[in-house]
């Protein structure tokens, strides 16, 4: 493994995922975005839940945030 400065030298990302479960075994969608805010499209009612991390260029990611969850009416 090489030599990690801490410098930041690609811009990062962040990789929101989408999933049915609490445990995203069931991933239904994955967004790549260098905004704050995202807009999706769901077409079934029920329970969702969202996470997100920061990825850069080389691919290197970070540790997802916390689940959170939200319904569809």
Do not use: C, H
């Not at 990302?13 to 704050?36: H, M, P, R």
């Amino acid at each position: 493994m090489g030599n990690d400065s801490g410098e930041v030298l690609s811009p990062l990302a962040s990789v929101l995922e989408i999933a049915t479960d609490i445990n995203f075994t069931n991933i239904i969608q994955t967004e790549f975005t260098n905004i704050t805010s995202q807009q999706i499209l769901i077409n079934s009612v029920g329970d969702y839940y969202w996470r997100v991390r920061a990825r850069d260029e080389a691919g290197n990611e970070s540790v997802s945030s916390e689940p959170r969850k939200f319904t569809v009416e």
